[in-house]
């Protein structure tokens, strides 16, 4: 027990694991083990149980686990309040939180209320697929707000890391099995299903507006409209 309290001092931040040695050559993670067996199976002293508890002695570190992975979730969370952990991600350094939340996806219908309702109070995205899709279509109004001219182009990464016009085109391909209310929330905001027609659409109107401006010529060979634009290119094709 003493040698516990010691540990614990220079890792107040974890418990022994199962056959974890503390100090060298003495078996502190089995001794451990050994008192949670002994409450299950014989009458464990009174006193002895009372000082464990004393230190908050997980007796049950499954549960202790979860608590703390969940912990750690939330702390992610407060860290990057975009997202959510990739299945191999590590959070903190060496502690596989992004495999704890899939374990927690396939084990959904056999879990605990209270814990479900944790999770649930957080916005866990227990269909991460869902998830991400809604994610995306978010990062996309976004940028139509900042880019209000234009849509992504096929590699556009918004915000950087995310591949966003990649995730355009792969809407345009599956769109005739797209479930429709994610269509109709693409067409709610005027999504371009054909970009080469949006294209060809976008630049009559600029070639509209360009004569309005100059109407005694046409755009020469190179010339842009709007700046940026190659309006003469568009022409000439």
Known sequence: FEHLKRFRAVHPDRWPKGT????????????CITQR???????????????????????????DLWAEQFQY?????????????????????GNKLGQWCTNLRHVKR????????????????????KSNWMEQIDYLKR???????????????????NNLGIWCDHQRKLRSRLPNDRRSELDTISF????????????FEYLKQFREDHPDRWPIGK?????GNRLGSWCIS
């Open 192 to 203: 371009p299903w054909d970009p080469s027609e949006s294209t060809w659409t976008k630049q």
């Open 37 to 63: 067996l002994m409450l299950r199976r014989v009458p464990y002293p009174a006193d002895r149980k009372a000082k464990l508890d004393a230190i908050s002695f997980p007796w049950d570190p499954l549960e």
């Open 110 to 129: 056999n879990f605990p209320a209270d814990r479900r309702s944790k999770l649930n109070a957080i916005s866990f995205p227990w269909d991460p697929l």
């Open 143 to 161: 940028f139509r707000k900042e880019h209000a001219d234009r849509w992504p182009t096929a590699t556009e990464e918004f915000p950087p890391g």
């Open 223 to 227: 010339e842009e409209y709007p700046s």
């Open 20 to 31: 974890e040695e503390y100090p060298a050559a003495n078996r502190l993670g089995s001794w």
């Open 73 to 93: 979730l939330n702390a992610f969370r407060v860290e990057y309040p975009d997202r959510w952990p990739s299945a191999q991600e590590e959070f903190p350094p």
